[in-house]
């Protein structure tokens, strides 16, 4: 499957944006899906993820109350709605899919990366 991530940009602080990831390539719902994010020279860190179906998702604490992964199997999609955003959500996002079905926090679980998406949020 290849990844196409969009919707990165420049907002305020307390703005809100939507992340899309665009999967091809291979049946979409036989992947958990995760958002990452890297800030300039910092490593890249879990942001969200969700499982195959959409049932199960789970956050990193620093962004919990505020973003909301979703997922559109039959448009091979996967969202991260952001609001109230900081200043320190300011990275570049990426995209990634596990060959396993869940919804899982470790980097080490993703094997297919996008591009990323560069999310600028100023104070």
């Known amino acids: 499957v290849q990844l196409q991530a969009s919707g990165g940009g420049m907002v305020q602080a307390g703005g809100s944006l939507r992340l899309s990831c665009i999967a091809s390539?291979?049946?979409?719902?036989?992947?958990?899906m995760g958002w990452f994010r890297q800030a300039p020279g910092k490593e890249r860190v879990f942001v969200a993820a969700i499982n195959w179906s959409g049932s199960s998702t789970t956050y990193a604490d620093s962004v919990k109350g505020r973003f909301t992964i979703s997922r559109d199997n039959a448009k091979n999609t996967v969202y991260l709605q952001m609001v109230r955003l900081e200043p320190e959500d300011t990275a570049v996002y990426y995209c990634?899919?596990?060959?396993?079905?869940?919804?899982?926090?470790?980097?080490?679980?993703?094997?297919?990366w996008g591009q990323g998406t560069l999310v600028t949020v100023s104070s």
């Open positions: 390539g291979r049946t979409f719902s036989n992947y958990g």
């Open positions: 990634a899919a596990s060959q396993y079905l869940g919804a899982y926090d470790s980097i080490g679980d993703y094997t297919i």
